[in-house]
């Protein structure tokens, strides 16, 4: 632009404003058409040279030798004026129709291209043309001969000023092939940067498990369906709020200090009970991780899987290694951890406490007269009638067929005992009704008192067991 400019006022406006016997009115006509040329040739060159690409390669060709050929046109128009040469009808004047039409037809070829398919176009050049790099250089070198031209000729001076900017390209194409490795070792860098954020991204969305991401303070950054679903809520709802207030008062101090660990580099798994806004129930397992950027912790990750079907799961299992699948009383594994604790703990706080072992009487005859289904019925009639009577520290127990076990803990005497398995025998010798039949079936009570009988699980077994038979021979006499 600086070279086309000089040569215009050389050539054009500098003849124009000295020119004495014109109106002024003619010279600011004059001058309007190689100013109006600068303006087109400066849109032009920044069209061309831009670094996204507004015009598909054939558009911008048509485009760019229009606007060309009337900037040749309407320069040569008032060059030729200023000398006085120009006739009408002369060599220029079709170049003007030239330029208009191949102007329109740029916009022929652009017709059918949207704004969001030319966006889509433009892409930055990671290799400049040729013509680009050299073309600068071009009218720097004319613009130096033309002044040779029209000064004395070559000296000392002009061949110096030649090598200098000889020097100067040659800086300028090592400086142009450094910046090109720069711009592509950044573009290369770029492309891994947004594969990997894309991967990430990826990886955060479309997780299985509920994934957050929290600031120091504990505001959620960001968070994938998952965990919108498990929360009942929407992203939007989410993001830019803290969590804890959705979490139960009991569990809120466990989850802060797992946080706060995870920001000091110490984090591990835990559980975790929810329930969210909908009432629906999780169990999720949660970990949390830190986030570190060149070494500092900018913020926590959170992942929660939600393990509700495993931990029912679990839970059903664990209850019915311990429990009796038809009485759902404590079976005999229970019964004995139980009691071993209860033995341990009254050793330690000087406590006495009765074992009660019984079974039911003439039970096998039941079965015989009724089946098996019918006697399973009966025991669970059994159990429910025990369970009624038996408080929060005790424990009733179905050791296997009609035998059952009660521990009744922490006891002021031994009376207490007997009251408490009388009110117990009154409430068995009841009739049970079962499938419209109404039978009667006692128990035999066999009593063990811990210190007295013993100081361990099998002998204070053995002792009530023992006690039980014992009262039903007596009781059959």
Not at 408 to 430: G, H, T, V
Request: proline share 2%; net charge negative; aromatic share 12%.
């Amino acid at each position: 632009m600086i070279v086309y400019a000089t040569l215009s006022w050389y050539f054009l406006l500098n003849p124009i404003v000295l020119a004495g016997d014109v109106s002024l009115l003619a010279v600011v006509v004059s001058l309007a058409y190689p100013i109006g040329d600068l303006a087109l040739a400066f849109c032009l060159l920044m069209v061309i040279f831009s670094s996204k690409q507004l015009f598909s390669n054939d558009s911008l060709l048509f485009f760019g030798a229009g606007l060309f050929t009337y900037i040749v046109a309407d320069t040569a128009f008032v060059y030729l004026v200023s000398t006085e040469t120009y006739d009408s009808g002369s060599w220029t004047d079709p170049l003007f129709i030239l330029g208009v039409l191949l102007v329109g037809f740029t916009g022929l070829l652009q017709k059918n291209q949207s704004s969001i398919q030319l966006r889509k176009k433009a892409v930055i050049r990671t290799k400049p043309m040729l013509f680009a790099i050299l073309f600068p250089f071009f009218g720097l070198t004319s613009l130096y001969l033309f002044m040779i031209y029209t000064s004395i000729g070559a000296n000392v001076f002009t061949i110096g000023v030649g090598v200098s900017i000889l020097l100067v390209i040659v800086r300028e194409f090592l400086l142009l092939s450094e910046n090109r490795r720069t711009l592509q070792k950044y573009l290369k860098n770029a492309d891994e940067l947004q594969s990997s954020q894309e991967r990430y991204r990826s990886l955060f969305e479309h997780h299985p498990d509920a994934a957050f991401s929290f600031t120091l303070d504990g505001t959620v950054l960001s968070v994938n369906e998952k965990g919108a679903e498990i929360l009942g809520k929407t992203k939007e709802e989410l993001i830019g709020h803290s969590l804890i207030d959705t979490i139960h008062a009991d569990y809120q101090e466990t989850v802060k200090g797992h946080f706060n660990n995870a920001k000091k580099g110490i984090f591990k798994h835990y559980e975790l009970p929810f329930s969210n806004l909908g009432n629906e129930f999780y169990y999720l397992g949660v970990t949390h991780v830190p986030i570190k950027v060149d070494g500092e912790v900018i913020g926590v990750y959170a992942i929660a899987r939600d393990i509700t079907e495993n931990k029912i799961n679990q839970e059903q299992i664990q209850y019915m290694a311990f429990h009796d699948h038809l009485t759902h009383l404590a079976n005999r594994i229970r019964f004995e951890e139980v009691l071993q604790k209860s033995i341990e703990d009254a050793k330690m706080h000087d406590k006495k406490f009765a074992l009660l072992f019984m079974d039911l009487n003439n039970f096998k005859d039941v079965n015989d007269d009724y089946g098996h289904a019918f006697g399973d019925k009966l025991l669970a009639q059994v159990a429910r009638r025990i369970a009624s009577m038996v408080k929060k520290d005790d424990c009733a127990a179905r050791l296997g067929g009609d035998e059952f076990t009660i521990l009744i803990d922490d006891l002021d005497s031994y009376d207490d005992a007997m009251r408490w398995a009388s009110q117990l025998l009154n409430k068995l010798n009841k009739p049970y009704l079962i499938d419209g039949e109404e039978i009667v079936c006692t128990p035999s009570v066999g009593f063990a008192y811990y210190p007295k009988d013993g100081d361990s699980v099998e002998n204070l077994l053995n002792k009530a067991d023992a006690a039980m038979y014992k009262n039903k021979r007596h009781s059959k006499v």
